[in-house]
T-cell receptor, first 116, second 115 residues
Framework: DTEVTQTPKHLVMGMTNKKSLKCEQHMGHRAMYWYKQKAKKPPELMFVYSYEKLSINESVPSRFSPECPNSSLLNLHLHALQPEDSALYLC???????????????FGPGTRLTVT | AQSVAQPEDQVNVAEGNPLTVKCTYSVSGNPYLFWYVQYPNRGLQFLLKYITGDNLVKGSYGFEAEFNKSQTSFHLKKPSALVSDSALYFCAVSRLKAAGNKLTFGGGTRVLVKP
């Protein structure tokens, strides 16, 4: 099983709403990632979790709050977003959470977020 | 610092013809290089990677890439393109930072294969 699943597929939220994006993998991977992707642009890294601990935060605004409840799950909590936060949010996982960056990342299909 | 450049925003090729998508990189030390493909409204799919060893790497769906250290390039190739290969292709290089793996992506190249 090389699948990363993400829910929901689409999300429309107002600027005062609170919502969460969910990501799950059952490949035994120890690193999980959140990316933001604008149309026709490469993904931009937001957060990296390694062994369920936050290891990289790419200076993401606090209105985005990640959470890793266990080794298979990754959440992204959203609050007071801005219209410019509308994008495709991708989750990914990779085998190694340690100091080995040779492993490829497996991506989920993404959540298309629209902030109104 | 590391960077990846994909000099072509779009590549057009006729079905059955060879396909090449160009990528050059800049990184200190030995690079780990990756190619991903993205179909519309989908996540990225891993195609192949170069870590060490043979400069010619074979990957999924008939794709291959050649690592050229002197030219700092990692071009993606397919001998005979299919219409279904039409997609957005990203080259990426990894860099170790803290724990985990941080990928730096190129800007992407849109491939259009015409019947």
């Amino acid at each position: 099983d090389t699948e990363v699943t993400q829910t929901p597929k689409h999300l429309v939220m107002g600027m005062t709403n609170k919502k969460s994006l969910k990501c799950e993998q059952h490949m035994g991977h120890r690193a999980m990632y959140w990316y933001k992707q604008k149309a026709k642009k490469p993904p931009e890294l937001m957060f990296v979790y390694s062994y369920e601990k936050l290891s990289i935060n790419e200076s993401v605004p606090s209105r985005f709050s990640p959470e890793c409840p266990n080794s298979s799950l990754l959440n992204l909590h959203l609050h007071a977003l801005q219209p410019e936060d509308s994008a495709l949010y991708l989750c990914a996982s990779s085998r190694s959470g340690g100091r080995d960056d040779s492993y490829e990342q497996y991506f989920g299909p993404g959540t298309r977020l629209t902030v109104t | 610092a590391q960077s990846v450049a994909q000099p072509e925003d779009q590549v057009n090729v006729a079905e059955g013809n060879p396909l090449t998508v160009k990528c050059t990189y800049s990184v200190s030390g030995n690079p780990y290089l990756f190619w991903y493909v993205q179909y519309p409204n989908r996540g990225l799919q891993f195609l192949l990677k170069y870590i060490t060893g043979d400069n010619l790497v074979k990957g999924s769906y008939g794709f291959e890439a050649e690592f050229n250290k002197s030219q700092t390039s990692f071009h993606l190739k397919k001998p005979s393109a299919l219409v279904s290969d039409s997609a957005l292709y990203f080259c990426a290089v990894s860099r170790l930072k803290a724990a985990g793996n941080k990928l730096t992506f190129g800007g992407g190249t849109r491939v259009l294969v015409k019947p």
